[in-house]
Each structure stands twice: as C-alpha cells, then as structure tokens.
T-cell receptor, first 114, second 114 residues
C-alpha cells in the first residue's frame, strides 16, 4: 500500500512569489493535515481537511491556504512568500474511521525562499 | 503546546539498554496522543498511540504510558538498537473527537551507541 506522497520534494522560490504544494494521502484516507517544520519552531499545525472541508486551522497568516479535492488529494498554497516561510512542509493523512485514527506523514516538501 | 527551540533534549544509551523518553503536554482536554520517530531527511514515522481512557499501551518493543494527572507521556523502548537513533516527538490532539489538530512537543534526540 502506497504511503503519503508529497510533491515536489524540493522547491526554491523567490520572495514575493507564491507556491503550491501537493499531497496524495494513503488510499482510503479522508483526513489530510498540513504542518510546517522549522528548526526554531518545530512542528506546527497549519490546517486539516476532511471531505473537502477545512475542519481545523492553526495560527498562521492568511497567506497560507489549502484545499482538498473529492479524491482526498490536498494542496496548500503560500502567497507572497517571505524568507521565514523556508521550512519543511509535511502532510499527514488519517483514515478517521472509528478507532483507526493514526496519522501517517509523507516525506515532506523542502521549501527554500531566497 | 510546548515551546520549541533550537536545543533538543538528548538521550544517549548503549545498544541493548532500555530507553525512556518523556514528554509533558499542555492541554488537559487533549484526548489522543501519538509518538513519532523522525530520522534525518524523512517525515515523522508513526510509532504508537494512546487514548485518554487508557494509561498504558504496548507495541512491539515500545510502551507508552500516560499520566493525565500530571499531563505526562512517556515512551519506553526495550532493547534499544542503533536503528532507533532518531528524534522522537510526542503529539497531542487538541481538537478532540474525530478531527485533528496535533500539537507537537519539541522532540528528544535519541542516540544509540553500539
């Protein structure tokens, strides 16, 4: 069974640009969450989607947005990139059925803003 | 959640010893907890989870203990192996119920000496 797939793995962008990251969850998983990981702040929750609806949101500015498609694939977008947005962006998927609520992470997308 | 910074707590053990990694969580309303292992260049890997209606759960070579009174979580690894070397994170689900908003601890760097 394929795991969580994130694309691209690496990305370099210039300040002011925007970026879109993609996440394909494990087949059958309906919940997709996004996290930002930096050395200074650690792992921080961005948002969670379930059945195309955002259910939870972390404390990030409106420049960070996301969406989920009917096949559960998800994208996150960051507009007007800042140097501080350089981070590893991680996606996690979960079955969210009954007791099966484990969240499994992808390898992440390493975003560098220059 | 816990504040995170550049300096991770570290634990160094000899191969074959048992390891205990501790974590203090912040939200008394959190009802679901997960331990993750993260190796360099990879996304967090699910190890074991526990719900708030339990105080102990065992997996293969791992045991998680939950003390809700003092909001403390621990991960015990039996017969630690060099392949266990990684950063270990605890995470609490502050959303409650069947949706996600994981808050991660700062992580502990485990080094296993052969």
């Amino acid at each position: 069974k394929a795991g969580v797939t994130q694309t691209p793995r690496y990305l370099i962008k210039t300040r002011g640009q925007q970026v879109t990251l993609s996440c394909s969850p494990i087949s059958g998983h309906r919940s997709v969450s996004w996290y930002q990981q930096t050395p200074g702040q650690g792992l921080q929750f961005l948002f969670e989607y379930f059945s195309e609806t955002q259910r939870n949101k972390g404390n990030f500015p409106g420049r960070f947005s996301g969406r989920q498609f009917s096949n559960s694939r998800s994208e996150m977008n960051v507009s007007t990139l800042e140097l501080g947005d350089s981070a590893l962006y991680l996606c996690a998927s979960s079955l969210m059925t009954g007791l099966r609520t484990e969240a499994f992470f992808g390898q992440g997308t390493r975003l560098t803003v220059v | 959640g816990e504040s995170v910074g550049l300096h991770l707590p570290t634990l160094s053990v000899q191969e074959g010893d048992n390891s205990i990694i501790n974590c203090a969580y912040s939200n008394s309303a959190s009802d679901y907890f997960i331990w993750y292992k993260q190796e360099s260049g990879k996304g967090p890997q699910f190890i074991i989870d526990i719900r708030s209606n339990m105080d102990k759960r065992q997996g293969q070579r791992v045991t998680v203990l939950l003390n809700k009174t003092v909001k403390h979580l621990s991960l015990q690894i039996a017969a630690t192996q060099p392949g266990d070397s990684a950063v270990y994170f605890c995470a609490e689900n502050e959303a409650g119920g069947s949706n996600y908003k994981l808050t991660f601890g700062k992580g502990t760097l485990l080094t296993v000496n052969p």
